[in-house]
Every structure is written in structure tokens, then in C-alpha cells.
């Protein structure tokens, strides 16, 4: 306790109370702590927006109110990221306001993106024509896919689904029209979806691809979409228009050039190491760069080559492929994996802008994804279907995210921890690198 009387004199500090602050490094952050400042680099973003329950307006969990409140859901800002240093990388969280200014627009622009959507998206919107039947078949262990209920041992499908070969019908139910049934109901479409539409590539459903005039850079069309769930069911469907260089058209270049591999690993583990992963899309950071081939390299725990596994997943990687690249993976909790370089890509994010091929090739992919989305929803003739032709959802602010994603950043909050991972709540910004 601090006691102060007439006898003390009381003086402004002139200085900043930052250097008061604990600046800590990633690696140094063991339990939760409070008034911390951590600097370093924006990774991953993986969100900008948050559902929040209309009712007590806490955050919604899988599309589901923590405190059983049923009825419906606001966004709000809040972006939830990875900040990584020399030591290490730690989840972030920023607030509505701080998220604003991270992403260099005024708080009432961004809720001007939120609610006046002015994107190439569209949404579906999901009626049942009547009470939808969930067929449940048994399965000893999940198959890839479909919907699996492990605690019964359970595969669930739509009636109009086709069931996997060679599994007993158990029975069937009809599916309440309430947000708990709606949600189960977008579970199992997302997994229909999935087996009924385009490949997915890095996270996305793939139309077409192009050659550009760019060495090793190729075009990319296809879409990505989301499930809403509030009174009806809201397929939001967001065409995509993007240009990759594999890492392995990149080596291949810089070796024709002269690159030492030694210089080559130096820019891969440094400077150029932010990759996006086949086929989920996941991020990861270049670590090491090893040579070996992809016919050589044996996967820990599963007895086959690099070029075996990824031949089993339907894509050919060559048996002769080096080097072979170690990555860590940010979504899986920082897990190091060995990948081929043609699985492995660095995004070209300025190659066309808002030129006239990008908006033809946009409105292109637009027509074609709405043609395939609807005719494998109607396929199922479970749904009244109604198009709408702006999309739900954040675009607009995912475009802005993924701008800043590189950035340098140093940022002041605390460390709390979230089951048995540590969170960085960021609370003020200290400097960006805009």
C-alpha cells in the first residue's frame, strides 16, 4: 500500500510508461501474465468476424450459443490471428477497435463492409420442403467424407444421399426444424457439398486453372463458400480469382539461374517462407530445406515414401523430386511436416489487381460456381432453393486481412490460457508496419 499526505510531492512522469512494460518473447511465455508487449510478425489471419448471439451477445461456438439462446446472431469485428518471432508463434486475439486499426480502416468503415457487402459473392438461401430424413448406417471407424458420430459408431447422411458401399442400415430420423436441427442439417451438407463439387485446392473449390505470362505463376478460379445458420440454412458462396508459383517452378528457376543451394536455403528458411499447403490450403513456414528425394524419403509411422503417400491422395508427385521441404504448419498447432516443393506454393496477390481480366475472369467464375452449387443442392430435391445475389459473409474484410498478413506489429494485453494453449489478448497497438 502506498500512503501519500501533504509532506509528499507528486510529479508527472515525462517519459513513456512502455519501457515499463514487460516485452517478452514468444518462447519466454509460460503462464498467463498480464501487461505484456509482444513484438513480431502477422503470420496467419484467421478470422475478422464473429457471431454473436442476438440474445446475451456472447460469442457463438460451432454456430451454437454457449447459453442455449436459439434466436439468431450478429457479426461483429474481431480478428484472431498468429504472431510468430524468432522463438516461436502465439494465437492472438484483437478487439473490435484494435482490429479496426490493424487493419488501416476507420471502425465505421468496417461495419459499413460488415452490412453493405458489396462483393462478387451470393448467397443460396436453404428452405426444406418438408420434414428432412437423416439415414444413419453403422461403421466401425470413420470414412473420408461423411459425417461420423464416433461415440455411436454412426455414418449420417441425407435420405437423397448416397450411403458409402457396404454398410448396414441402422435406422432413420427426421431432423427438428430448430437452430440445433438446422445445425446438424449444415454439418451434413457441408460433407455432401464437399464429395459433390470441384477438387479442393489450398482451401478452395477449383474451377479452372491458367498459365500467365509470369514464370512458374499460374491463375486460379474457383470459390470458396460457407454455411449460415439462422432461420433457414445460407449457402454463402465467395468466387475466387488467384495467381500461385509452386516453390518447386521457384527452385527450378533459381537453379536454371545459378542459385547455389546454399543461397536458395537461405532464402527459403528467411525470407521467402510463407507457404500455402496442398490441398487444404493450410499456412505454413518454410523451416529447412532438405536433400533428399521425394522416393527416398520415408513418412515416420507409415511405412511409404513422400511420393507414394501423396499418390494415395490422388496426385502424382515424382519419385526424383528434391529438395524436399520441412514446414511448419500453424493451423495444426505448429506441427512439422516434410513436403514436396510441387505441394507447396507462394500466393502472387498483385498480379491482375481490379484490371479487366481479373473482373472478366471473376464474373466468369461467379456463373460457374453458382451453376455448380445449385445443381448439387437441387440434386439432393431436399430444399427450396432461392438465390440472393450478395453474399453474407466478410470478403471485403478478409481482403483487407490478407494484406497484412507479413506485417511487423508490436502489440500490448495479456497472456490467458484457453483449455491448455496460452492466448495473446491484445488490448493497444504500439507500432505497425503499414
Known amino acids: 500500500m502506498l500512503l501519500i499526505d501533504k509532506n509528499n510531492r507528486v510529479y508527472p512522469l515525462e517519459e513513456k510508461l512502455d519501457k515499463y512494460i514487460f516485452h517478452a518473447r514468444i518462447k519466454d511465455l509460460k503462464d498467463p501474465v498480464s501487461g505484456v508487449i509482444l513484438s513480431g510478425r502477422i503470420a496467419k489471419v484467421f478470422n475478422v468476424l464473429v457471431k454473436k448471439c442476438k440474445t446475451c451477445n456472447g460469442i457463438l461456438i460451432d454456430n451454437k450459443c454457449l447459453n442455449g439462446h436459439s434466436d439468431g446472431f450478429y457479426y461483429d469485428l474481431r480478428m484472431s490471428f498468429i504472431l510468430e518471432d524468432d522463438t516461436g508463434a502465439?494465437?492472438?486475439?484483437?478487439?473490435?477497435?484494435?482490429?479496426?486499426?490493424?487493419?488501416?480502416?476507420?471502425?465505421?468503415?468496417?461495419?459499413?463492409?460488415?452490412?453493405?457487402?458489396?462483393?462478387?459473392?451470393?448467397?443460396?438461401?436453404?428452405?426444406?420442403?418438408?420434414?428432412?430424413?437423416?439415414?444413419?448406417y453403422r461403421s466401425g471407424e470413420r470414412i473420408?467424407?461423411?459425417?461420423?458420430?464416433?461415440?455411436k459408431g454412426l455414418?449420417?447422411?441425407?435420405?437423397?444421399?448416397?450411403?458409402?458401399?457396404?454398410?448396414?442400415?441402422?435406422?432413420?430420423?427426421?431432423?427438428?426444424?430448430?437452430?440445433?436441427?438446422r445445425a446438424f442439417l449444415a454439418d451434413l451438407l457441408q460433407y455432401y457439398l464437399d464429395r459433390n463439387l470441384p477438387r479442393r485446392f489450398l482451401g478452395f473449390y477449383l474451377v479452372e486453372t491458367y498459365s500467365t505470362s509470369l514464370q512458374g505463376v499460374d491463375l486460379y478460379m474457383g470459390f470458396s463458400?460457407?454455411?449460415?445458420?439462422?432461420?433457414?440454412?445460407?449457402?454463402?458462396v465467395y468466387p475466387l480469382v488467384k495467381a500461385f508459383q509452386s516453390v518447386k517452378n521457384y527452385i527450378n528457376y533459381c537453379r536454371i539461374h545459378g542459385i547455389?543451394?546454399?543461397?536458395?536455403?537461405n532464402t527459403l528458411t528467411k525470407y521467402k517462407n510463407l507457404v500455402y499447403l496442398a490441398p487444404r490450403g493450410y499456412l505454413g513456414k518454410i523451416i529447412d530445406v532438405l536433400p533428399v528425394r521425394a522416393g527416398e524419403y520415408i513418412i515416420e509411422?507409415?511405412?511409404?515414401?513422400?511420393?507414394?503417400?501423396?499418390?494415395?491422395?490422388?496426385?502424382?508427385?515424382?519419385?526424383?523430386?528434391?529438395?524436399?521441404?520441412?514446414?511448419?504448419?500453424?493451423?495444426?498447432?505448429?506441427?512439422?511436416l516434410v513436403y514436396p516443393p510441387s505441394q507447396c506454393f507462394f500466393e502472387v496477390s498483385s498480379l491482375y489487381g481490379e484490371s479487366p481480366a481479373y473482373k472478366y475472369s471473376i464474373n466468369k467464375v461467379k456463373k460457374e460456381s453458382l451453376h455448380l452449387v445449385r445443381k448439387a443442392i437441387e440434386k439432393l430435391r431436399v430444399f427450396n432453393v432461392e438465390v440472393v445475389d450478395r453474399a453474407s459473409g466478410e470478403p471485403a474484410l478478409e481482403k483487407l486481412a490478407s494484406g497484412i498478413v507479413g506485417r511487423e506489429v508490436s502489440l500490448e494485453g495479456d497472456v490467458l490460457r484457453y483449455g491448455d494453449r496460452l492466448v495473446f489478448l491484445a488490448r493497444r497497438l504500439i507500432d505497425y508496419e503499414y
Open 90 to 136: 502465439v494465437k492472438c486475439v484483437a478487439p473490435r477497435e484494435l482490429t479496426a486499426k490493424l487493419l488501416g480502416i476507420p471502425l465505421s468503415t468496417a461495419y459499413d463492409l460488415i452490412y453493405e457487402k458489396d462483393s462478387q459473392g451470393f448467397s443460396i438461401i436453404l428452405t426444406p420442403k418438408s420434414g428432412v430424413r437423416v439415414d444413419y
Open 144 to 151: 473420408e467424407g461423411y459425417f461420423y458420430d464416433e461415440a
Open 155 to 181: 455414418v449420417a447422411i441425407l435420405e437423397k444421399d448416397h450411403a458409402p458401399e457396404g454398410l448396414d442400415f441402422i435406422g432413420y430420423e427426421y431432423v427438428k426444424n430448430d437452430f440445433v436441427g
Open 225 to 236: 463458400l460457407d454455411i449460415e445458420v439462422d432461420e433457414n440454412l445460407k449457402v454463402n
Open 260 to 265: 547455389s543451394i546454399k543461397a536458395l536455403k
Open 301 to 336: 509411422g507409415k511405412n511409404v515414401n513422400l511420393s507414394e503417400y501423396w499418390k494415395s491422395k490422388g496426385i502424382e508427385v515424382g519419385e526424383n523430386e528434391k529438395p524436399l521441404l520441412k514446414v511448419k504448419i500453424y493451423e495444426l498447432g505448429g506441427i512439422e
